[in-house]
Every structure is written in C-alpha cells, then in structure tokens.
Nanobody
C-alpha cells in the first residue's frame, strides 16, 4: 500500500521560509513524477509544483514561481518543497501526491495517491 507522509509545516512570518518533506513508502518511488498541491478554506485545491521521476524537469504554478523550489531524493524516497519569501496567501494545507507515470502530465495527472497534508500558516 502506497503511503505518503508530509512534514515540515508550521507558522512563519511573511518573508520567511519553510521546507516541506514528503516520504513515500509502498511503491517504487522513482517510477512516479511527484507533485505538491495546496488547499485553503473557501478555495479550490490548487496545483503548486511538480517534478519528473529523475528530477530533471520541474513545473510551478505562476503564484509560486521564483519563490518555491521542488526537488527529490530518490535514494531517500523523498520529495521536498522549499518555500521562500512566503506570503499570507500561501497559507494552506499542503499535500504531496504521486503522478500517474514518470513524466509529469499536468495537474490532473496528480493524485493517484495523496498524503495527509501539512498545515502552513503565514502571518502578516
């Protein structure tokens, strides 16, 4: 059974940084592209970032481009989201998800498996 466990969320002031981690088990991690999405109350779930199986290509939502960096360590079955220059509008529960294949095929391809989420709160 595939399990994804996120960690690293918390409370941070605007302008600060956080690094989220997502550890996968029960799957061949390097067989999947991975992604991050977020959900805040009253809003639709939003794609944040994705990375191909090798880490060779990354993709970002316009709202986080230039501030967030997605990376992965296949030896550790872990995908990361480095979040810099955080804004109050980044406040959300952040989820990692597997893609449907090694390549990233767009936001709709994420979500065969989801983690439980980690809360990120950015104060102004």
């Amino acid at each position: 059974q595939v399990q994804l466990v996120e960690s690293g969320g918390g409370l941070v002031q605007a302008g600060g940084s956080l690094r989220l981690s997502c550890v996968a088990s029960g799957c061949t991690f390097r067989s999947y592209a991975m992604g991050w999405c977020r959900h805040s109350p009253g809003k639709e779930r939003e794609f944040v970032a994705a990375i191909t199986w090798s880490g060779g290509s990354t993709f970002y939502a316009d709202s986080v481009k230039g501030r967030f960096i997605v990376s992965r360590d296949n030896a550790k079955n872990t995908v990361y989201l480095q979040m810099n220059s955080l804004k109050p509008e980044d406040t959300a529960v952040y989820y990692c998800a597997t893609g449907s294949s090694r390549r990233y095929m767009g936001p709709d391809s994420l979500g065969d498996y989801w983690g439980q989420g980690t809360q990120v709160t950015v104060s102004s």
